[in-house]
C-alpha cells in the first residue's frame, strides 16, 4: 500500500461520512430498496459514538477519499449466531489493486481482537478467493447466494 494512504476511524475523520454512504449506497443498497438512503446514513452515524461495534474505518490520502470498511454486530439476520461482521469493504477505483482492502481488514481485525475472539463475513463466489487467500476459513456455502467465512482474532 502506498505510504501515503492512512486508515483511520471515522471518529477522527467525521468529514469522510458523507462520501462513505454516498459509496455503500450506491454499491449495495440503493437498487436493492431494503433500506433507505437515510437509514444508512444513520447507521453510518452510530460509528461516531461508539467506543466498540459498530466501528468505521476510512482509507485515505490527505482528504481523498480512498476506501472504507466497517464492522457491524450483525449482517446476516438468517444467521444470528456469527457475531460481529466485516462488512462493506469499498475500494474506490483509483486505489485499487494497491493494498488499500487489505490493508483496510487487517486494521479492522487489530481493533476488533480486543473486543471479540473471532469476527465473520460473507461475500460472493466471485470473491471468495480473496478471503481463502487471507486466512479466511470458511463455514457455509450458498447461503442465499453468499459464502459465509470466520476469522478467529487473536485477543
Not at 61 to 77: A, H, K, M, Q
Not at 88 to 99: F, K, M, T
Amino acid at each position: 500500500m502506498p505510504d501515503d494512504i492512512l486508515v483511520s476511524d471515522l471518529r477522527e475523520v467525521p468529514h469522510f461520512r458523507e462520501i462513505m454512504t454516498e459509496r455503500l449506497w450506491t454499491a449495495w443498497w440503493r437498487d436493492e430498496g431494503l433500506i433507505t438512503r437515510e437509514q444508512l446514513a444513520r447507521k453510518i452515524e452510530d460509528n461516531l459514538t461508539s467506543s466498540g461495534i459498530p466501528l468505521g474505518l476510512i482509507a485515505h490520502r490527505g482528504d481523498v477519499f480512498c476506501g472504507t470498511v466497517s464492522v457491524i454486530e450483525d449482517d446476516l439476520p438468517a444467521r444470528p449466531q456469527y457475531r460481529p461482521w466485516l462488512a462493506a469493504l469499498w475500494v474506490e477505483d483509483h486505489s485499487r489493486r494497491q493494498g488499500v482492502g487489505e490493508h483496510l481488514i487487517d486494521t479492522a481485525l487489530a481493533k476488533v481482537a480486543g473486543l471479540a475472539p473471532e469476527i465473520h463475513l460473507y461475500c460472493t463466489p466471485e470473491n471468495t478467493p480473496f478471503y481463502e487467500r487471507r486466512g479466511w476459513k470458511r463455514l457455509e456455502t450458498d447461503v442465499g447466494g453468499v459464502n459465509i467465512f470466520r476469522r478467529r482474532l487473536a485477543g
